[in-house]
């Protein structure tokens, strides 16, 4: 069956440096994956689609790759800041349907 | 950009009741509609499809006669959780697409905190 993960429940690293989560995904070709945003009590915002065929993404302070040949996306957030902390949540999908990882908490200290 | 409007934000709820969950787009045309649980701590779990005009499509070991899901329109798609019991507590959650958006992925819901005393 189709197998998620995530590098870890959670992430605290000091602001100003570069956060980078892992997404890992098994038994499973994705057509695209996404990453989402969720903060406490909300439901998730989409932040970045990256397609099988590319290699990297960028949006700002953002930055995802996706490797097809290693079943893995990486998420990226440079100059890190407080308003970063969230848990951000890769959802690889195909067709219309997204399966959604449990998810990284990221604690962004100042 | 496109946005998803959930209503209620929280219920709760006596044992045996039904509940009903909105979600509307609102500035555009969704002819899928999905919902999601959410338990704490835990990823979003997807329930069903929603599709405008016909029956939902419900995910391996969702009851279909509990959560009852109508989707009358191009803009409202309902679940209606029947005769609730506690551990039908969770965090639901709706999202939708819009197909003219290119890739902007899902929009969500701001979700609901369903609370079954």
């Known amino acids: 069956s189709q197998k998620i993960e995530q590098n870890s429940e959670a992430l605290n690293i000091q602001e100003g440096k570069t956060a980078t989560l892992t997404c890992n995904y098994t038994?499973?070709?994705?057509?695209?994956l996404q990453w989402y945003r969720q903060d406490p009590g909300r439901g998730p915002v989409f932040l970045l689609l990256?397609?099988?065929?590319?290699k990297e993404k960028r949006k700002e302070r953002l930055k995802v790759t996706f490797d097809t040949t290693l079943k893995q996306s990486l998420f990226h957030i440079t100059a890190s800041q407080p308003a970063d902390s969230a848990t951000y949540l890769c959802a690889p999908g195909s067709a219309r349907q997204l399966t959604f990882g449990s998810g990284t908490q990221l604690t962004v200290l100042p | 950009g496109a946005v998803v409007s959930q209503h209620p934000s929280w219920v709760i709820c006596k044992s045996g009741t039904s509940v009903k969950i909105e979600c509307r787009s609102l500035?555009?045309?969704?002819?899928?509609m999905f919902w999601y649980r959410q338990f704490p701590k835990q990823s979003l779990m997807l329930m069903a499809t929603?599709?405008?005009?016909?029956?939902?499509?419900?995910e391996q070991g969702v009851e279909k006669d509990k959560f009852l899901i109508n989707h009358a329109s191009l803009t409202l798609s309902t679940l209606t959780v029947t005769s609730a019991h506690p551990e039908d507590s969770s965090f639901y959650i709706c999202?939708?697409?819009?197909?003219?958006?290119?890739?902007?992925?899902?929009?969500f819901g701001s979700g609901t905190r369903l609370t079954v005393v």
């Open positions: 929603s599709n405008e005009g016909s029956k939902a499509t419900y």
């Open positions: 500035d555009f045309q969704a002819t899928t």
């Open positions: 999202s939708a697409a819009d197909p003219f958006a290119g890739d902007y992925g899902y929009t």
């Open positions: 990256i397609r099988e065929n590319e």
């Open positions: 038994n499973y070709s994705p057509a695209y």
